[in-house]
């Protein structure tokens, strides 16, 4: 008799529950999908154990499968799918009288009724329903959902050859080496990802657009992706370059109103929709950051856009025009200009003249994703064009998914940003952003809702949780939540990820969603606070701490950091810009007296020592909040090591590292910008921090053995200036002699950790080693910054290090001196025209900090 005949058949059923479950390890990949077995299952024991469903569509088959899966996993016993049921069921029907994409959930003696609109919203509701398990609400009937707005889209930034604009977690899951992967799951699993928060469309290149992407060879490929992606109700969508009727269609002009350029749009278009029937549309960046547009020919965006939307109109798709088209080539030293005038300047003559298929995308912010900007004032400008809002997924200006940054606390701020537009009779009016995208605050002319749309640059990639940060996931989650409903409140959004990503224990739920919620603040406040800017190095990676490379150059994201004061002036006396916003939220932005400290210096050019609403200077607040920050950076450490045991080990280490990495960045952040604020301002911290940093000791300036000092630029990201570097193969070593009274104490180093080379570090007390790290990270600069600098500064800290007066602290650092260039350079520097660099990591160290003993205190 085998062990089989002697095991309970429910137990058996148990069993292989639990062993699919924990077979696999959380490498994040399913997100919020887990499917955990709940807690109190037995609230839902009169759920019908079978999924009736005769919808014959992939969609109806996945929405169904789904279920399934979904309600076998968490409730601990087997569904099954059927296409007829006698007794109660699970019915998942189609009711073509529900509004478009909508659903409801109902009971009634039949059982439960999830009707969809059709089979992407039978999916919507299906997932919807597993949402409400794994949060254990109960079951009640619903009103009818629908979505907010028709377009609710992901853009990917990804190129054909694999890598991703802006993309922090590994390479393409579309593309590879020129073409469409072979082996296209992950797209497949994406698209589900997404539809399981309502995201219907999905652009999967980089809007920087390959030329060649419309060849016919590409567009067959593409349609693989359309495939993958059809099953879960995602329509695929491409952005596309502006003069491919010359580059690929062979023409001798891209002009828009040329009859030859009209007839290749046309063709083309018809010939996308063979491949592709459900093709969702098109997304254009012209006449922006050196992409050609329809100004080489005097003509409109309104020309550029109608000539596609006219090609795709036959076939049901739409044209986004990005309203991102801006000068960046403007005159520092003309005082009136300003690129956040650019979105109303150029797109608000054109306004009615776009055509109803057209939807301009415009992004929350004037600017281009800072840490908080105001939002964009075309919003209310364009009273007959359709609209839609870009949000950026991808933390491409705040922490690029090595810090927590919760942005749906952004992005509703923005969202509920009333814009007091006037109405008919003049009269300012309720005109949040939410009412502008989704059509209702300007209707067409019939009174119906315009088009209109949310859309998120989210770049995912190929490393196994999507986004790098387990905790990035609760933006593309959020994101779908705000599209599908933008009055959805953010501790809900919070709440319920959390949940399904990191499980129902209570302290897990006590902790998480509070870590989330607080974390925009956090971040805003160790960057840069006050509407300035996000403070990072805007020539480069837009990661680290690189202050005055926003000024004096043509890019336009000037703070003016001067003398006087700091801050743009964008009141009437200044750019004007401030004009832009409709009057009544153009004087609350005017006036002194009633701009919010937050937005500060966007608007006003100020002295340091102005005086806030709050009742301090600017300046004292700058000090204070980035000390405040900081520390509220470092207490994620203890705050996440409180859920150790609560949390699958995998994940829980993963998201441990993260932290511990954003503490210590948190520190190089508000060093960075309080030392700068200190130099430029003239005025000292009234708490005498900044600058004095006890137990400091600075790798510069303590007993060095083959170190040699080397300037750091910018100045500011490493303390003093300077940082030591090991040219010697046998390694260097930075002796100093402990001052500290007898106990146990923090130990921490500050490095700059390159992307290619891996030095290695040990510490040292009386000749015993204490502790040892490898410089190892792959920080998001990745293969271009080879220097120590904002982007690489990184922290080690050794715990519970006993000292005592006398005692001899050794660091022993080990360069990378491997120079096979080759070796180390990425293959996409390797084959560019850039001039080859020295890759090796020669062991840099910036300070060692002797601090109190406990978790990361910063110091
Ligand atoms: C930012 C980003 C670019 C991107 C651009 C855009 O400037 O840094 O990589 O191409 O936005 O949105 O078009």
Redesign the pocket.
């Known amino acids: 008799m085998t062990m089989k005949h002697l095991v309970p058949k429910t137990f058996l059923i148990a069993a292989c529950l639990s062993v699919g479950l924990t077979a696999k390890a959380e490498d994040g990949s399913a997100a919020w999908l887990r499917y955990a077995p709940i807690a109190n299952a037995k609230q839902y024991e009169t759920l019908p154990a079978v999924i009736v469903s005769r919808g014959e569509s992939a969609s109806e088959r996945a929405a169904a499968e789904e279920l399934r899966r979904g309600l076998t996993s968490m409730l601990g016993r087997p569904f099954t799918v059927a296409k007829n049921g006698r007794g109660a069921a699970i019915l998942l029907t189609a009711d073509a009288h529900l509004p478009s994409e909508s659903y409801r959930i109902a009971r009634n003696i039949h059982g439960l009724h999830i009707d969809g609109s059709s089979p992407a919203a039978e999916l919507y509701g299906v997932f919807h329903f597993l949402e409400l398990i794994a949060s254990q609400r109960p079951i009640r009937d619903e009103k009818t959902q629908s979505p907010s707005a028709t377009i609710r889209w992901t853009d990917e930034?990804d190129n054909l050859n694999g890598t991703i604009?802006?993309g922090y977690a590994g390479r393409s899951i579309f593309f590879d080496n020129g073409h469409v992967r072979a082996d296209l799951t992950r797209a497949g699993e994406y698209a589900r990802l997404l539809a399981s928060v309502g995201i219907n469309g999905c652009n999967v290149n980089?809007?920087?657009a390959d030329l060649d992407t419309l060849s016919p060879e590409h567009l067959r490929e593409f349609a693989r992706i359309a495939d993958v992606f059809r099953p879960w109700g995602v329509k695929l969508a491409l952005s596309i370059d502006l003069t491919s009727p010359q580059t690929i269609g062979g023409l001798d002009t891209f002009d828009p109103v040329d009859p030859k350029v009209i007839a290749w749009w046309q063709s083309k278009a018809a010939e996308i929709y063979k491949l592709i029937p459900d093709f969702a549309g098109f997304t254009v960046?012209a006449d922006?950051?050196g992409r050609k547009g329809p100004s080489q020919y005097g003509r409109t965006p309104a020309d550029a856009a109608n000539v596609l939307a006219r090609a795709l109109k036959p076939h049901g798709g739409v044209v986004l025009y990005?309203g991102?088209v801006y000068n960046n080539h403007l005159d520092w030293n003309d005082r009136k200009a300003d690129r956040a005038r650019a979105g109303v300047d150029n797109f608000v003559k054109n306004d009615g003249t776009f055509d109803p298929n057209v939807i301009i995308q415009i992004?929350e912010g004037p600017i281009?994703?800072q840490a908080r900007e105001p939002v964009s004032p075309l919003f209310a400008a364009l009273h007959k064009t359709n609209v839609a809002i870009?949000v950026q997924t991808a933390q491409?200006y705040t922490g690029q998914q090595r810090h927590m940054v919760f942005l749906p606390s952004m992005w509703k701020w923005v969202l509920d940003t009333d814009l007091r537009a006037p109405g008919a009779d003049g009269k300012p009016r309720a005109t949040p952003v939410k009412s502008i995208v989704t059509g209702h605050a300007f209707p067409n002319a019939d009174g119906s809702a315009r088009m209109g749309g949310f859309i998120s640059?989210t770049n995912v990639g190929l490393d196994a949780n999507w986004l790098h940060h387990p905790m990035a996931m609760a933006n593309l989650y959020g994101f779908g939540r705000l599209a599908w409903n933008p009055d959805t409140p953010v501790d809900e959004i919070a709440n319920t990820w959390s949940t399904m990503t990191w499980g129902s224990d209570a302290a897990v739920r006590a902790t998480v969603p509070k870590m989330l919620l607080g974390s925009w603040q956090v971040y805003e406040g160790h960057t840069g606070p006050n509407g300035i800017g996000t403070l990072t190095n805007i020539l480069g990676y837009?990661f680290g701490p690189g202050i005055e490379s926003a000024e004096r150059n043509g890019w336009g994201q000037w703070f003016r950091g001067e003398k006087d004061g700091i801050g743009m002036d964008r009141t009437s006396a200044g750019t004007g810009y401030i004009q832009q916003y409709p009057p009544e939220l153009a004087a609350k932005y005017e006036s002194l007296a009633t701009i919010p400290d937050d937005l500060l210096l966007f608007f006003h050019h100020v002295p340091y020592d102005y005086r806030l609403h709050s009742g301090k200077t600017l300046v004292q607040s700058i000090y204070d909040t980035h000390y405040a920050s900081a520390l509220a950076a470092a207490e994620y450490v203890p705050q996440w090591k409180s859920l150790q045991g609560r949390i699958d080990p995998e994940r829980y280490t993963q998201t441990l590292h993260l932290f511990e990495f954003q503490a210590g960045h948190a520190i190089v952040w508000r060093d960075a910008i309080n030392q700068w604020f200190a130099k430029q301002s003239g005025i000292p911290d009234a708490m005498h921090r900044v600058g004095n940093d006890p137990g400091r000791m600075e790798a510069e300036a303590v007993k060095a053995d083959g170190f040699t000092p080397v300037d750091v630029t910018p100045w500011e990201t490493a303390s003093g200036g300077k940082a030591m570097v090991c040219h010697d193969a046998k390694g260097c070593t930075l002796t100093t002699t402990v001052q500290q009274p007898s106990g146990k104490y923090n130990v921490a180093v500050q490095y700059y950790d390159m992307w290619s080379g891996i030095s290695r570090y040990e510490l040292l007390v009386d000749g015993k080693r204490v502790a040892q790290w490898s410089a190892d990270d792959t920080l998001p600069p990745a293969q271009f910054d080879a220097a120590p600098d904002g982007q690489t500064a990184t922290r080690f800290t050794a715990q519970g290090i006993a000292l005592h007066p006398g005692a001899t602290m050794t660091l022993h650092a080990m360069p990378d001196m491997r120079s096979e260039l080759e070796h180390v350079m990425p293959a996409a520097e390797a084959n560019s025209q850039l001039r080859p660099r020295d890759y090796r990591e020669f062991a840099p160290v910036d300070y060692i900090v002797i601090g109190p003993d406990g978790d990361l205190t910063p110091q």
């Open positions: 930034w604009e802006r980089n809007v920087n960046k922006s950051e990005r991102f992004k281009d994703f870009e491409e640059v837009h």
